[in-house]
Nanobody
């Protein structure tokens, strides 16, 4: 049974940073792509970043290119999202996701971690 558990969310001032982490279990981690999504109030869930199985390829949505960095540690079954220069519009529940494909179609989900950015 695939399980994903996020951590690292919280309240931060605009311009601040948070490091989100996701611990995965119940899967052969190195053969799964990993991703981060977010869902802001009254908005649809959107992909933020994704990383390939080996970590050699990454994808970012345009609004986070530069400030956000996704990384993974296949020895520890973890994926992280470093979020820098956070803005109030970054307030959302951030979800860890996994699937065999980096396109993240119909992935497994974690329960999410709340990020709130104050202005």
């Amino acid at each position: 049974q695939v399980q994903l558990v996020e951590s690292g969310g919280g309240l931060v001032q605009a311009g601040g940073s948070l490091r989100l982490s996701c611990a995965a279990s119940g899967l052969t981690f190195s053969i799964y792509a990993m991703g981060w999504f977010r869902q802001a109030p009254r908005k649809e869930r959107e992909i933020v970043a994704a990383i390939s199985r080996s970590g050699s390829s990454t994808y970012y949505t345009d609004s986070v290119k530069g400030p956000f960095t996704i990384s993974r540690d296949n020895a520890k079954n973890t994926v992280s999202l470093q979020t820098n220069s956070l803005r109030p519009e970054g307030t959302a529940v951030y979800y860890c996701a996994t699937n065999h494909s980096v396109t993240m179609e119909d992935p497994y989900w974690g329960p999410g971690t709340q990020v709130a950015v104050s202005s």
